[in-house]
Each structure stands twice: as C-alpha cells, then as structure tokens.
C-alpha cells in the first residue's frame, strides 16, 4: 500500500483515501448520467515570480484534483470512466534538464503505484485529447466549473488542445463533487485530527513562548516551526493571524497591510488564528489569552461570554439542526453576558433582532472545514439564501448539520471603534448600547475562540486540544 507520509512520527495516509473518493463519485455520477462519460480534471500549475524560476512556497496541488487522485505534484491531469470506474493519470513529459536541477526523473509505473491507478500515461502538452481516446474510449467529457460564493472567484474547466473535438458538460460534475466533499470519509478524518492536533501543540508552544516585548511575528514564526519541526506541515491553510492589543479587534489581520509586526504589550490580550495543513488538509485554531498570562477582571468578562457561546453551540449543534440558528444562539449568550456585565442593556430578543449582536460579533460563526480552510458546498444542499442582515450576510453557510460534515465553532467579541460609532449614531441600536461603559473596553481588541468539530448524532467530537478556560490557561502560561 502507498502512503503520503513526512517520516518520523507524523501520520501516514494511504492512497486508498483518494481510491475510496474517486469510488464515492463514479456511484453518484452514474445516478446522473448515462456509463458513456468521462471525468476530466486538471490538476494545478506552478506559478513562478515573474523574472524567476522561483516561488515563496513549495507548490500545492489544487483541491478537487487531490481530493480525487492525491496527486502532489502540478501539471497533471486525471480522468475517470463513470462506466467502469477506470481512472487515468496523465503526468507532463519532462524534459532531461529536470533531472539535474530538480531530481530523478520517474517513469509511469511509478505513479501507478504511488497514486494507486490504473494506468498512468506521459503527456507532451499536447496529446491529452489522443490519451483519452486512445486509453478510454472517451467521446462526452464531464468537466470541472467550480463558483465560490464567498470570494466570487472561479476554477475554470480544464484546457487543452483539441478540447472541442468531445461532447463537453461542465454543469453536472461541480454540485456532485462539492457535496461529496462536504461529508468526510473515516480515512480523512483521521488527516484532519492530525492536523488539528498538530495545529493545538503550537498554539501551545506559542502560548508558552510569548512575553511582553516580543513581536507578534515571533510567535508566528513559533507557531510555524513547531507546524513543520513537530508535525511534518509545510504548508499553512492560511495567513496567520497573530494580534495582540487592540490589533486582535482587526477580523483577517496578518496581511500585507498588518503583517504581525506590533510589539507585545504587558496586559494585551493575544488573539492567535492559526493552522497547519497536512497531506492538504486543513486545521483552523484560535487561541484567546493575556499576553502576560493572567487575565484581568475586564478580559474574563469578554473571554467568558465568547467560551460559554462556543460551549453551548458544541453542544446544541446536532443533526437536524440548521446553522443560522447556531448563530444567533452564540449571539444570544454573548449578549447576555454583556447584559449582565452593564455594557448593554434592554431585552436580550430585541438586541438579537435589531442585529445587536453584528455590532460585537460582526463574521459569521463559522464554516466547513475539509481540503480549503472555508471548505466547499456551504451554499448546496438545503442551504437558505445567504442573508442581508449584518453579521448573518458573513454567514458561510446556512445548511442544516449532518453527520460527518466538519465545521469551525468560533463565535468572537469585539470593539471595533467603526461598529460602535455607527450603532451609537442610530437611534434604534444606541437605545441597547450602554456608552459609558462601552468606552472603557475601547482599544482592547477582541477574542475569539475558534475549535474544529466533527458532527455526530451522539457527542460532537472538538478535535482541538489546547487550554480554554480562564483557570486552565493561567495554570498552562504559568508552566513556563
């Protein structure tokens, strides 16, 4: 059997994952159509810095393609026969340069075995279209058009010489494979508790490596070291999010625009958004926690509202259960610990439906989580239409749970000086909204506490592992 594996102690995957895959899509694709098509898939270019042969990172392969072959590797393509199941790797013909610059080159049986197809053919650049008349009899082509709702960008149908000489489909291919890829198999929930347990273990490190003084870079760069030293993760799901102060109050901080280059203060609150990818597979982590370990009465307050909404959603967010709803609960107990804490005020229904709650907690609850850090097929199934209201419009899906879906549970709390100055300036959000009091919280920034959560008709299963109460982090911090 062949495995992607890092070495040492990091998890083995075997290639029967993306077997077991390519299996679950020919049995819905012949529920949809007759045994007379063909899968065609392109799997992702190189892209180099213009006037280089150079990247920043190694390349990673796109995401319906490796949830399909598992293939690391750019410029291949993959076909599958929907008759009989049969599955095709044609991998780019290199020239004998490679061999000096990048390593030895490997001829087709090893491919066959690594990937674990049927055949494996060598493709010029120009003879995909030969290849899969001549391997797999192939006349009507299902192709790939992917639309993200989210960032309105989308993955274009492969493109080759000769294309038009097929009958081509390229609307039945993406709600099959996008809603496949919403319900994980047991073999990549395995990847997926790794990477989340590799993701805690440098939160962690973080946490016990900060002081007052260091930069928020430097955590990062600890973060990203015990990723790849630890668990074997070369590659980040996404930027890191490493915000202290009022720094932790700014939603995707981190970018070019704020690259985590703020000194640590004594007294911050640290907001650490967070995860390593292994074998592709995303994590998504968010740590909460003082900067000097000890939380003052002010960030147990905000801290405690945001923990007892996460706690709450990981125990009401059952099959059945539709994710709107889990929104506004998490909305619903902050707001009622605000309530209690003077910062609002008025009956806790009214501030949800005036959209109160967008005011402190202006992103949606979470998303799936699977090969992308906001995982496909939010927007499929029974979803509701995306909403206009704020915080609810930042929802990334609205689908009713079912098991095996993995979602992210990270409700947050914060002051965001242009949210509260527009809600103090309308007369019907200013009404709930205690100033005074909201002022002296003014600059702290925010918390969000974020976990990765298998959906299961008994107990939800947090694949995250780090310190989440007040009296569990003090204790962790003091550690060190």
């Known amino acids: 059997m062949s495995y992607y594996w890092m070495k040492g102690n990091t998890l083995k995957v075997p290639a029967t994952l993306f077997k077991k895959n390519r299996d679950r899509l020919v049995a819905e694709l012949k529920k949809k159509v007759d045994g007379q098509w063909t899968v065609l898939l392109q799997g992702g270019r190189e892209k180099l810095r213009y006037n280089t042969d150079c990247d920043d990172l190694p390349f990673r392969q796109e995401s319906y393609f490796f949830w399909t072959f598992g293939v690391h590797e750019s410029e291949f393509f993959g076909a599958i026969d ?59 082509l299902l192709l790939l058009k992917a639309d993200n709702t989210d960032s309105g960008n989308v993955l274009e149908v492969p493109s080759f010489k000769d294309v038009q000489s097929f009958k081509l489909d390229d609307k039945i291919l993406y709600p099959v494979m996008a809603e496949l890829r919403v319900f994980k198999t047991d073999e990549e929930l395995q990847v997926m508790r790794y990477a989340s347990l590799i993701a805690s273990e440098a939160h962690k490190a973080a946490m016990k490596h900060i002081k007052p003084g260091l930069y928020e870079y430097q955590l990062e760069s600890i973060f990203r070291h015990t990723s790849y030293y630890t668990g074997g993760c070369r590659h980040l799901a996404y930027t890191c999010i490493a915000a202290s102060g009022c720094n932790s109050s700014i939603l995707h901080y981190g970018h070019a625009n704020a690259p985590n280059d703020r000194q640590v203060k004594d007294g911050d609150m640290c907001l650490f958004d967070m995860g390593p990818e292994y074998c ?129 549970i990270e409700p947050g709390c914060y002051f965001v000086d242009t949210l509260l100055d527009a809600a103090l300036a309308d007369p019907v959000k200013s009404k709930f909204l205690v100033k005074e009091k909201i002022d002296q919280f003014r600059g702290s920034g925010g918390v969000r506490i974020e976990d990765d959560v298998i959906i299961w008709a008994g107990e939800n299963e947090n694949m995250s592992r780090v310190p989440r109460t007040v009296d569990e982090i003090e204790a962790f911090m003091a550690q060190k």
């Open 82 to 140: 929907v008759d009989t199941g049969k599955s095709v790797l044609f991998v780019p013909k290199l020239d004998p340069s490679y061999a000096i610059w990048d390593g030895k080159i490997n001829d087709e049986n090893f491919f066959k075995t690594k990937y674990e197809v049927d055949e494996v053919h060598f493709n010029d650049g120009d003879s995909i279209a030969a290849l899969l008349k001549q391997h797999l009899k192939a006349e009507k």
């Open 280 to 408: 592709c597979y995303a994590s998504d982590v968010t740590t909460s926690f003082p900067a000097n370990g000890k939380f003052t009465d002010k960030q147990k307050i905000i801290y405690n509202a945001v923990l007892k909404a996460n706690r709450e959603v990981l125990k009401q967010a059952k099959p059945g259960v539709r994710w709107t709803d889990m929104h506004i609960l998490s909305e619903r107990v902050i707001l009622e610990d605000l309530k209690a804490a003077g910062l609002v005020q008025g009956d806790v229904n009214e501030m949800v439906k005036n959209r109160i709650g967008a005011v402190f907690m202006p992103h949606g609850l979470g998303h799936f989580l699977g090969l992308d850090t906001h995982d496909v097929g939010g927007y499929l199934g029974d979803a509701t239409p995306r909403a206009s209201e704020p915080g609810l419009k930042s929802l990334r899906t609205t689908r009713t749970l079912q098991e095996r879906m993995v979602i992210t």
